[in-house]
């Protein structure tokens, strides 16, 4: 569970940095929003640090968490609900997720 939660605070980090820029530059949002984005886009670098695995497992595990936050995100922000080809992606991409992560040591 714990793991769980890491990836999840990691990837909403990560997009919670990039979007805010995306807002700045897409959406003629203020500039102020670039100083949480930095903040947010540290956070996420110092979130992937705290796993025990090596990094690269950790990268390409973190993967599926990203795509089921973007998925959510895509719901909650933008206001798109996701179809069933989006909830099989997310489900094959947890489904690789969990291979890579809990895999015996």
């Not at 979007?19 to 102020?32: I, M, R, V």
């Not at 695995?53 to 990203?66: E, F």
């Not at 997310?90 to 992560?101: K, P, Q, R, T």
Request: hydrophobic letters at 65%; one cysteine or more.
């Amino acid at each position: 569970m714990k793991t769980f939660l890491l990836f999840l605070a990691t990837a909403v980090a990560e997009i919670v940095g990039c979007y805010l820029p995306w807002l700045w530059l897409k959406q003629q949002g203020p500039a102020w929003l670039l100083l949480p984005a930095a903040l947010s886009l540290a956070l996420f670098v110092w979130l992937l640090t705290l796993h025990d695995a090596a990094s690269g497992r950790v990268y390409a595990a973190y993967g599926g968490m990203y795509i089921s936050v973007a998925i959510a995100w895509l719901w909650a922000v933008d206001g798109i609900r996701p179809n069933g080809w989006d909830v099989f992606g997310v489900l094959l991409a947890l489904a690789g997720m969990a291979v890579i992560a809990f895999q015996p040591r």
